[in-house]
């Protein structure tokens, strides 16, 4: 039974590019949320979707940042036009519904050179 | 508007020693608190967890406390390991409607000294 998966592991990208990062959930679970950590701070949460639709975006910001979780495949975080304020490590997490405990991934590190 | 804070951005204890991690928060409407470890390059572990109806949660060397009055939570381990090293994160839930999403305070790395 694999964990939440998300890749790629490393991304990096230089200014004005998109940079795309993958989330399988646990099998079964069916919400997901994206977290942002950036260097020496917590994790900020950014959305909140279930399968086909955004439940809570209030986290992530209103311009260049999407997110997806298809009625098949991965959720997809999108980031368009990349800044170096981006740099940072995004997690995916999962839950089943019902439960209270989020299961993270070991994330993706953006890097916007 | 930090609603989870977390003062102590480190602690360091002796290996057999008590370690506490304490954090705060100020919504009252949350009703749930978790604690995650995260070591280097990988994701946030579970725990432990606490239900707002509940002021103590035991598990093994873990052990969280609730103090509900004073917005206060802390996390016991006793005794501490080195392999206890690692950055701790204390998460609170707030359940609106359909939504369910932790607030994470800032952390606290521990170091575990042998």
């Known amino acids: 039974n694999a964990g939440v998966m998300q890749n790629p592991r490393h991304l990096v990208r230089r200014r004005g590019q998109e940079a795309r990062l993958r989330c399988s959930p646990m099998k079964g679970h069916s919400h997901v949320y994206w977290y942002r950590q950036l260097p020496e701070e917590g994790l900020k949460f950014m959305v909140y979707l279930q399968k086909e639709n955004i439940i809570d975006e209030s986290g992530m910001p209103k311009e260049r940042f999407s997110a997806e979780f298809p009625k098949e495949g991965p959720s997809i975080l999108r980031i368009q036009q990349v800044v170096r304020g981006d740099s940072a490590a995004y997690f995916c997490?999962?839950?089943?519904?019902?439960?209270?405990?989020?299961?993270f991934g070991a994330g993706s590190r953006l890097t916007v050179l | 508007d930090q609603q989870v804070k977390q003062n102590s951005p480190s602690l360091s204890v002796q290996e057999g020693r008590i370690s506490i991690l304490n954090c705060d928060y100020t919504n009252s409407m949350f009703d749930y608190f978790l604690w995650y470890k995260k070591y280097p390059a990988e994701g946030p572990t579970f725990l432990i967890s606490i239900s707002s109806i509940k002021d103590k949660n035991e598990d093994g060397r873990f052990t969280v406390f609730l103090n509900k009055s004073a917005k206060h939570l802390s996390l016991h381990i006793v005794p501490s390991q080195p392999g206890d090293s690692a950055v701790y994160f204390c998460?609170?839930?707030?359940?609106?409607?359909?939504?369910?999403?932790?607030?994470f305070g800032s952390g606290t790395q521990l170091t575990v000294l042998p």
């Open positions: 998460a609170a839930r707030r359940v609106s409607g359909s939504a369910r999403q932790l607030t």
């Open positions: 997490a999962s839950r089943d519904s019902g439960a209270n405990v989020l299961t």
